[in-house]
């Protein structure tokens, strides 16, 4: 399904003129996306990126941007779990060292990854308290779904791993490493210590409020590498 999607991308490229690039990204936390450039002086901007929406399957992310706006992927992003992954903090880094030309112009240097892992991380602590706890915890308390509860606190806590391992420079991860490289770069350190109580509370005889418990003083105890 990628691979066709791809190739009607490519297909794209070659009937429409002021498509400077068309470049696909993977991502660590979800199946990645399209950036399709425009010229800046592109005609008919929304009705030719309503075209390239048609082209991507659901799962694919896809920016259209004029080559003025390329800067924009270097932005933080909207950190809004659980409603939506961020992609932001990592996009750049796999665009430039694991992305793909479909068709064009190689752009994949054309724009520096975020200079300040530190806001990334603070934007993202942001976004846990806010949007996840009032999306996420509030409504799965309310509706005592505890197991999803439980997983979703799992696998945001693997998501602010990966945003905290920026910090170190570290940027090749997945889901199923993501745990391990921040105990190797966090080792002895109270995130680290909160992360492995954490994992207990959530597998074994599920208490789910102090699932949350944990999960809250893991976010606390990441805020001190924020500045």
């Known amino acids: ?23 696909y990204y993977p991502h660590p936390f979800t199946d990645g996306g399209v950036i399709v450039v425009y010229e800046d002086k592109v005609n008919d901007f929304l009705a030719q990126t309503a075209e390239v929406y048609t082209l991507a399957p659901n799962s694919l992310s896809v920016y259209c941007l004029r080559r003025r706006e390329l800067y924009q992927l270097g932005l933080p992003g909207l950190f809004g779990p659980p409603l939506q992954v961020n992609e932001r903090p990592h996009l750049l880094h796999w665009l430039k060292h694991k ?3 479909i068709a064009g112009a190689d752009l994949r240097d054309a724009v520096e990854p975020h200079a300040d892992p530190h806001t990334l991380l603070a934007g993202h602590i942001e976004g846990c308290m806010d949007y996840l706890r009032r999306y996420g915890v509030l409504m799965s308390l309310i509706q005592e779904q505890d197991e999803a509860l ?56 599920l208490d789910i409020l102090e699932t949350v418990w944990a999960f809250e003083q893991f976010l606390r105890a ?4 924020t500045s």
């Not at 990441?222 to 590498?225: I, T």
């Open 1 to 23: 399904m990628l691979k066709e999607s791809l190739e009607k991308f490519g297909q794209y490229y070659g009937r429409t003129p002021q498509i400077e690039s068309i470049l």
């Open 150 to 205: 439980a997983a979703m606190l799992v696998l945001e806590m693997k998501h602010l791993m990966g945003t905290a391992l920026l910090l170190h420079g570290i940027w090749d991860i997945s889901l199923d490493t993501v745990a391990d490289q921040f105990a190797e770069a966090f080792a002895d350190t109270r995130p680290f210590h909160i992360w492995q109580q954490f994992q207990a509370k959530a597998t074994d005889d």
């Open 99 to 101: 992305g793909t030309v």
């Open 222 to 225: 990441l805020r001190v590498y």
